[in-house]
């Protein structure tokens, strides 16, 4: 009679784990491509400050005056007839002492981007001059253009000088393709945050995008200290 419990206490735990399993390798593969989206973000801001032609690329002046910002790889642009653009990538914001937040993720839609003839794929980029923006995006979502106002930025010397002047935008936008980096414009584009994206890459169900961006979610992957430096480098601030 135990020898019969026994082996109907395995055979439930075995059917137990069999259910649960493919739940746990699908949040386990969603965690390793978010985990590879920071990864690409990282590289993304990497090539927009280290292009070969320094007076082409975004200097580091701009982002150390920078209250957040955004990282989208690879935007896709719609078959034409359709319209509208689509992306994922991530958010982080600078504490009041400096140090760059863990990164929060965020989704891309719809809107006019001014795309460069013959391009269906660009990175984009977004630097927050205030940190409002990040707040009220962080509470549900934001459309650029209406909700707060954005303008494409400058690079290279016009950038190194924008920085002594009144930047009028709340947001500057950049986009990456083929090589090239330039502001461009984009307007009328929602982002949101991404919940799923965040849950599975921190590994609970109930994180907030303002817990994470606030440093009340403090453990995170290896690949966030890599941002972070990179960050850090980059904008000439603390990790």
């Known amino acids: 009679m135990l020898k019969k419990f026994i082996v109907v206490g395995i055979s439930a735990l075995v059917f137990v784990f069999a259910q649960t399993l493919p739940g746990m390798q699908a949040s386990q593969k969603q965690a390793a491509q978010e985990a590879d989206r920071v990864g ?7 090539e927009i400050v280290e ?13 150390n005056k920078a209250e957040g910002l955004a990282l989208f790889p690879g935007v896709i642009k719609a078959a034409y007839g359709i319209g509208g653009q689509y992306g994922r990538g991530i958010v982080v914001i600078k504490s009041d002492k400096g140090a760059w937040s863990n990164p929060a993720f965020i989704r891309i839609i719809g809107g006019s981007i001014g795309w460069q003839i013959g391009v269906q794929k ?10 409002k923006s990040i707040e009220n995006m962080a509470s549900g979502k934001i459309t650029l253009g209406a909700d707060i106002s954005v303008a494409a930025g400058p690079i290279g010397r016009q950038a190194e000088a924008s920085t002594d002047l009144e930047m009028e935008a709340e947001i500057y936008s950049y986009s990456k393709s083929k090589g090239l980096f330039a502001g461009v414009s984009i307007k009328g584009a929602s982002i949101q945050i991404d919940k799923d994206a965040d ?9 907030t995008a303002r817990e994470i ?10 690949v966030v200290e890599q941002l972070k430096a990179a ?6 601030v603390k990790k």
């Open 40 to 46: 690409k973000s990282i590289q993304v801001l990497k």
């Open 51 to 63: 292009l070969p032609k320094p007076e082409e690329a975004l200097p580091g002046v701009l982002l």
């Open 122 to 131: 660009a990175d984009i980029i977004l630097v927050f001059k205030t940190r």
């Open 199 to 207: 849950s599975a890459f921190y590994g609970r169900g109930d994180v």
């Open 213 to 222: 961006l606030y440093g009340e979610t403090t453990k995170a992957p290896a």
């Open 231 to 236: 960050l850090a480098k980059y904008s000439g």
